[in-house]
C-alpha cells in the first residue's frame, strides 16, 4: 500500500513558476514509476509527466514539454513537478500518481496510486 499526498499548489500569475511535491508513505517507493496527471473543470483528467523508478527514463505532455520538469528523489520518497511559465490553461488540480509497472504503463494512465490532488490556478 502506497499513500501519496500532494503539496505545492496555489494561486499564481501568468509566467509565474510553482513546484509541486509529492510525498510517498511506504518501504517501495523507488520500485514504482511515477507520474503528474491534471484535471481541469469540465475536463477529463489528462497526462502531465511521468518518470521511471530510477530517474533515467521522462515522459511529458506535448502542453508542457520544455516548462515542466519532473524530479523524484527516492532517499526522502517524493517526486516533484517544477512547473515554470505558468499559463492559464495550466490551472487544474493536479494528482500524483503512482504505478508498479512499466513508465509507458503510467503515461497511459495505469495507475494503482493517486493522491488526492492539489489545486494549481493560473491567473491571466
Known amino acids: 500500500q502506497v499513500q501519496l499526498v500532494e503539496s505545492g499548489g496555489g494561486l499564481v500569475q501568468a509566467g509565474d513558476s510553482l513546484r509541486l511535491s509529492c510525498a510517498a508513505s511506504?518501504?517501495?517507493?523507488?520500485?514504482?514509476?511515477m507520474g503528474w496527471f491534471r484535471q481541469a473543470p469540465g475536463k477529463e483528467r489528462e497526462f502531465v509527466a511521468a518518470?521511471?523508478?530510477?530517474?533515467?527514463?521522462?515522459y511529458y505532455a506535448d502542453s508542457v514539454k520544455g516548462r515542466f520538469t519532473i524530479s523524484r528523489d527516492n532517499a526522502k520518497n517524493t517526486v516533484y513537478l517544477q512547473m515554470n511559465s505558468l499559463k492559464p490553461e495550466d490551472t487544474a488540480v493536479y494528482y500524483c500518481?503512482?504505478?508498479?509497472?512499466?513508465?509507458?504503463?503510467?503515461?497511459?494512465?495505469?495507475?494503482?496510486?493517486w493522491g488526492q490532488g492539489t489545486q494549481v490556478t493560473v491567473s491571466s
Open positions: 518518470i521511471s523508478w530510477n530517474g533515467g527514463m521522462l
Open positions: 511506504g518501504r517501495t517507493f523507488s520500485s514504482y514509476a
Open positions: 500518481a503512482a504505478g508498479h509497472a512499466r513508465t509507458t504503463a503510467v503515461v497511459a494512465g495505469s495507475v494503482d496510486y
